[in-house]
């Protein structure tokens, strides 16, 4: 692939506004800088992203978005992921490569959300450089480091666990379709899709600091850590995914930075919620942390971070 000063750097994310919008902001400032841009996404946000000035190709119908946020089994802890991998991941598979495919040109960079599978599979067909970026920690699997996980489970029983997981879960809904479309185009099985694969080989940002997340020496070598990367729109109303949403690592990385606490699903109810609100409320501790983690967020170092990262593989 020739080198070009000006890449087209194509986006592609897949869910509610919590994983569009970081994309977006990377978007406009990677125009900024001059580049070409073209997000790929849920159809629902070519408002958001015709915007921000940036060129727009849809997946699926708005209608389609709001149906599968109103589910209720979406966030039912339950069956939740088994809902997210049929209603949203496994049918973006195919559209996003096709139209990754037929947007290429010697000058093009993939920049996915790891799970946007399709983009994987266009960067192993074609060749063409490839970066994925995780907004969250648990994306990148650690022994050493696993807030789910029980403190009193060891490292070397840890791996086994997360094997576990990928035969009995993640392999199970995923593994099959992927597999079938990736034989239709000529690449080999692939397992255990959440251990390595979710992993571009060549750059795999995250979008968070490492005060909030500190790099594992089992990460993948190819990480780089950004910071947080937030889209101004001023105010408007919280999604309903995004305020549906349960990251139950992110909630207990934030307990343990001493600047909130977390409440499972199940006893979710007023009475547990007002307790939980006037403790943090009323703490000078979390007071004091609040402010100390507040001043070490700038927001501009970790976009300049994730667009530099872009740029120094499609250069």
């Known amino acids: 692939m020739t080198t070009h000063s000006r890449l087209h750097v194509l986006l592609s994310t897949i869910g509610s506004a919590g994983d569009v919008n970081p994309f977006v902001a990377i978007g406009r400032e990677l125009k900024r800088r001059g580049h070409q841009v073209t997000l790929v996404t849920s159809a629902y946000f070519e408002p958001l992203a015709r915007s921000a000035g940036l060129d727009f190709v849809g997946l699926g119908n708005p209608e389609d978005y709001k149906k599968t946020v109103d589910d209720p089994d979406l966030w039912d802890p339950k069956v939740g992921f088994r809902v997210f991998a049929r209603r949203v991941v496994i049918p973006a598979v195919r559209p996003l490569y096709e139209i990754l495919s037929e947007n290429l040109s ?5 920049v996915a959300q790891g799970q946007t599978f399709g983009a994987h599979l266009a960067h192993e067909k074609y060749g063409v450089p490839f970066v994925t970026i995780h907004l969250q920690p648990a994306a990148f699997r650690s022994i050493h480091d696993a807030p789910l996980m029980p403190g009193w489970i060891p490292p070397s029983l840890r791996s086994a666990l997360y094997a576990v997981l990928d035969y009995l879960v993640l392999d199970r809904e995923l593994a099959s379709d992927v597999n079938a479309f990736r034989s239709q185009l000529g690449l080999p099985k692939v397992h255990r899709i959440f251990a390595s694969w979710v992993h571009s080989p060549l750059k795999s940002i995250g979008l968070f600091p490492n005060w909030f997340a500190p790099p594992q020496p089992d990460w993948p070598t190819q990480t780089e850590l ?17 305020a549906a949403f349960d990251q139950p690592d992110n909630a207990a990385r934030v307990q343990r930075l001493g600047v909130g606490l977390s409440i499972r699903p199940d006893p979710y109810i007023p009475r547990t919620v007002v ?4 403790t943090l409320l009323n703490s000078h501790d979390v007071l004091t942390k609040c402010r100390f983690y507040a001043d070490a967020i700038h927001p501009d170092t970790g976009l300049a971070a994730a667009c530099n990262a872009i740029e120094a593989v499609g250069r």
């Open 106 to 110: 010697s000058n093009a960079i993939l």
């Open 226 to 242: 950004a910071g947080f990367v937030f889209l101004d729109e001023g105010p408007r109303p919280l999604d309903p995914a995004l």
């Open 275 to 278: 307790g939980v609100l006037h």
